[in-house]
């Protein structure tokens, strides 16, 4: 009973530096989303998407790109990484058309630095 | 559009103390509502929901009653352990709004709790 499976756990990288985190489900949800989790600020979403082939943007889409090529993954690629970017990355799914009790399943997280 | 707004924190108590963790939001119609509790180093996972107005929900000891006249909906627990020691966020999904699978989280409350 696997979940929502992130990996990296973490990541240290220089500046302009490209990666990719990835995030893996295997409940069959439609909806998938990457936040990213900073002190004080709480979680801030970076990109959503509802189905494989419909990706949008979040509060904070700048300096990241998504692609929903299955339904199980989500990647979430950084470009060219910046000092700003250094976060705790989460992953989370959730069924649609079940009801909005559908709570959300997070991964445990991403770590990354930028140096 | 959707809010929620937490107490800030740190909340600091004793151990066997009452706790309260205060959450208002603003929706139309009737959004559920969820608590989800972050461990230290681990991702947010659902604590307890409720669905409907006059609606409680409980778990781990935690109680939470949707409260529609006072847009609240409030975490409570009647004696708390150093286990409880976490970051504690009140979401919802308002089906009723646009963008309506789209969660909205409250900033995270962080509980300290000492022996």
């Known amino acids: 009973n696997a979940g929502v499976t992130q990996t990296p756990k973490f990541q240290v990288l220089k500046t302009g530096q490209s990666m990719t985190l990835q995030c893996a489900q295997d409940?069959?949800?439609?909806?998938m989303s990457w936040y990213r989790q900073d002190p004080g600020m709480g979680l801030r979403l970076i990109h959503y998407?509802?189905?494989?082939?419909?990706?949008d943007q979040g509060e904070v889409p700048n300096g990241y790109n998504v692609s929903r090529s299955t339904t199980e993954d989500f990647p979430l690629r950084l470009l060219s990484a910046a000092p700003s970017q250094t976060s705790v990355y989460f992953c989370?799914?959730?069924?649609?058309?079940?009801?909005?009790?559908?709570?959300?399943?997070f991964g445990d997280g991403t770590r990354l630095s930028i140096l | 559009g959707n809010s929620v707004t937490q107490m800030e924190g740190p909340v600091t108590l004793s151990e066997e103390a009452f706790l309260t963790i205060n959450c208002t939001y603003t929706a139309t119609g009737y959004p559920s509502l969820f608590w989800y509790v972050q461990y230290p180093g681990e991702g947010l996972q659902l604590l307890l929901k409720?669905?409907?107005?006059?609606d409680k929900g409980s778990n781990k000891g935690f109680e939470a009653t949707y409260r529609k006249e006072t847009t609240s909906f409030h975490l409570e627990k009647g004696s708390v352990q150093v286990s409880d020691s976490a970051v504690y966020f009140c979401a919802l999904i308002n089906h009723a709004s646009g963008g309506s699978y789209i969660p909205t989280f409250g900033r995270g409350t962080s509980l300290i709790v000492h022996p």
């Open positions: 989370a799914s959730r069924p649609l058309g079940q009801g909005e009790d559908q709570p959300q399943h």
């Open positions: 998407s509802v189905g494989a082939g419909i990706t």
């Open positions: 409940m069959n949800h439609e909806y």
């Open positions: 409720a669905t409907k107005a006059d």
